[in-house]
């Protein structure tokens, strides 16, 4: 911008989110306090965003309010320690494959994981063991067995528990296999912070240390989430305070923001009394919105290894783009979570009022309408990327491609060439190719087909 505009540009983004606020849809996505101060509201105030003091404590150091805080939120979660974080779930993530793994060692991934599990691994020196999932995009046991059986220098598990559309892992089959492998499960449940009132969080049900991104679903500021350890089978937990403590200071800011850090405190108490019945009774009006899909011939996904709370529309099987019925949903009032060629993902938390479900409800009752008089002719998803063909080559290390020079070729270009960043088609939402890999011609021409233009490469 030219010098001599810099003083009437105004605020860009502060004008953005007050725009944004100003149109008053109803929120289905992060974070989960659905904007209404409720608990949180004492926390609004400037007061509050203090520095380290004498009163408030330190992060990383322990022996104060805030430690006395993470002691209290462990066991409401099922963990031997909780570590806060505002630095959101990547800063757990980091740790959580430090101490799970450590550093250069060999790590089994599945291929769903997110951007924030590869830049750890490159961070960390990792090797990553890529596993593809199965064809419901969740992760196959038998695989994870038999990768753990022919390779003993695997030194962690790593998956994630929900994913973006709410499924879910058969984490305690998992979990039995890499007991018997004597390996820690680590699993990323940014999504699934508030599954304990359905005894489903992946710390119950057998993981050795679980990153929650607990501002997606509980009354958190955005940023806030924990690190949850649990225990060995000896009963040991699988990492100490001390040292969690140590490897989350090599990763995160020495100045939390404070604010965020004590609404962790207060989702938690809010959590013990209240949380758990208040999202039974959410996943209850999730079901009565699934039901009303499915009687207005809209799919849905569903079954008892599907986040109870979270409404995921398959509106690719009724003929329309999820990003077309997306645009569909937001023009009556409802911002979803997520959407892709195929699916419509909205996030339900006991914040969404009375009135928003009504809303949303009436405006899936309005989608099937405009269905069936043909408003979407010509409108249909494009056929999902299918990763079922020629697995990627390694040509080198992710921690080498990303921080190697690269550039931007056209997609038809790019075969031969080393991927310098993450490329996961949405759906299925598994890496096509990630940092170091080779991309093969038809993993090119696929993702050129999926209306990937442009691919990001070393030079």
Known sequence: MPAGNMYDAGAPLA?????????????????????????????????????????????????????????????????????????????????????????????????????SAVHAAALLGLEPVWLWPGPDGRPVTVDIAETLNNDKNIHAVYITSPDYYGRLADVPAIAAVCRQAGVPLLVDNAHGSHLGAFGLHPLALGAAMTADSAHKTLPVLTGGAMLHIGRRPDGAPWAARAEAKAAMALFGSTSPAFPVLASLDLARDWWVRAGREAYRLTAGEAAGLRRAAREAEIGVLDGPRQDPARLTLDTGSAGVDGRVAAEFFRAEGCEPEYADGRYVVFILTPFNTPAELGRLREAVHGLAVALRRGRFFGRRPKAAYAWDGERPERACSPREALLAPCETVPAAEAAGRVAARTVCPCPPGVAAVVPGERVCQETALRLEQAGFDQLVVLR
């Open 15 to 115: 004008d953005a989110l007050r725009g944004y606020a100003a149109k008053g849809r109803a929120s289905f996505h992060t974070p989960g306090h659905k904007g209404r101060a409720g608990l949180l509201g004492e926390l609004a105030g400037l007061e509050y965003d203090l520095t380290e003091l004498p009163e408030t404590g330190s992060l990383y150091d322990g022996g104060d309010v805030i430690e006395e805080a993470e002691k209290l939120a462990a066991p409401a979660f099922g963990a031997a320690e909780t570590l806060f974080s505002a630095g959101g779930c990547t800063l757990c993530i980091q740790t959580m494959l430090l101490l799970g793994a450590g550093a250069a060692s060999r790590v089994l991934f599945l291929r769903n994981a997110h951007r």
